[in-house]
């Protein structure tokens, strides 16, 4: 997705091999009109899959999601990384590590909002390990939902995650693909090597 | 906003005299369409107002946040509630205490993103003791932004909250505003009682 590359280029900072900040537009700070696009552009590749309801993960997962939500007008569902005082009866949850953070939390989903009926599309903001996404591959399990794919906003590909999703049969489908942080430069993937 | 109370009392859920559960539309699962309506809402009460940014909690403020700033076409930042390993630096912080959850949560933004410049829309989920409105205004009050307004999506009008924001001199607008949960029952207030 060219508007999105271009942005990651002119706003994202290589703060090492590893890390690619997008706060300006994506985790912290949101570019709307952007999220838009992005969300027509997940709406579009999944257009055909029947898809009924989209899961995704607190906070930066959330924008993109919404956007997407309304271009197929399906309901979105978050996935919660803390205990909410409200949101205690009948949970479907996934333990998720985070190799950024160092840590492990618990993500919870009210299994009164994912059923057997929904086939889902699971969006998240960066895919780099998976382990997010597989939580939420999880949680869709059981449910016993159907998953349509995965919608990445930016994938980090020189890392396992879209791998390990396709390796459970799942398509995956990330908007921008970085092969490479080296040398404080953002270099993207070969369009040929789109999972899908 | 009739289509949002109208929302409220078909599945909001009245668990108490002051709490009501409204997580099949707004802070669990998301309504995409009624999300914009709510965005376009806030965009017509704050029209004239010159906004640049709009200024959210994650995470169930993002949603009626983004639609926000897609109808003025302004950027949105949401403070963290946790401190994120790519959030470190240049951070303006305030403690926000929370009466459902009885804890204290330092929120932070990036100073990157607010400063003297910027003429800002406060946007929330709920509006009830105001202690994350108001730590809000204290983080604008600390980047030197102007405030045009506070939006909220549900005000519980039987607490404090919006009282003491118009105390500080800042227009609240709420898009529903609920005079009680007495017996189980949504009572909305009279339109004539909106804080403006």
């Known amino acids: 997705m060219r508007s999105l ?17 997008v706060d300006s537009f994506l985790n912290h700070q949101i570019d709307p009109q952007l999220m838009k696009e992005i969300g027509e552009e997940f709406a579009q590749l999944f257009a055909g899959e029947k898809v009924t309801k989209i899961l995704t993960l607190e906070s930066s997962g959330i924008a993109p999601s919404v ?3 309304l271009a197929l007008n399906v309901p979105v569902v978050f996935a919660r990384k803390r205990q909410s005082l ?3 009866e009948n949970l479907l949850t996934a333990e998720v590590y985070s190799f950024t953070k160092k840590e492990t939390n618990r ?13 889902l599309l699971i969006i998240d903001d960066f895919l780099a390990n998976g382990q997010a996404a597989l939580g939420l591959l999880d949680i869709a399990d059981q449910a016993g939902a159907s998953v349509a794919g995965v919608g990445i906003v930016i994938e980090k590909a020189f890392q396992d995650g879209a791998q390990l999703i396709s390796e459970r049969g799942v ?4 908007l921008a693909r970085i092969q490479s942080l080296e040398n404080g430069k953002v270099t993207f993937a ?3 090597g789109v999972t899908s």
């Open 5 to 21: 590359q271009e942005k990651i280029i002119n706003e994202g900072r290589v703060l090492s091999s590893q890390v690619l900040k």
């Open 67 to 69: 956007m997407a939500g």
């Open 86 to 88: 409200t949101l205690t």
């Open 107 to 119: 993500i919870a989903v009210s299994a009164s909002f994912i059923t057997g009926e929904d086939r």
């Open 171 to 174: 398509r995956v489908e990330s």
């Open 190 to 192: 070969a369009k040929e």
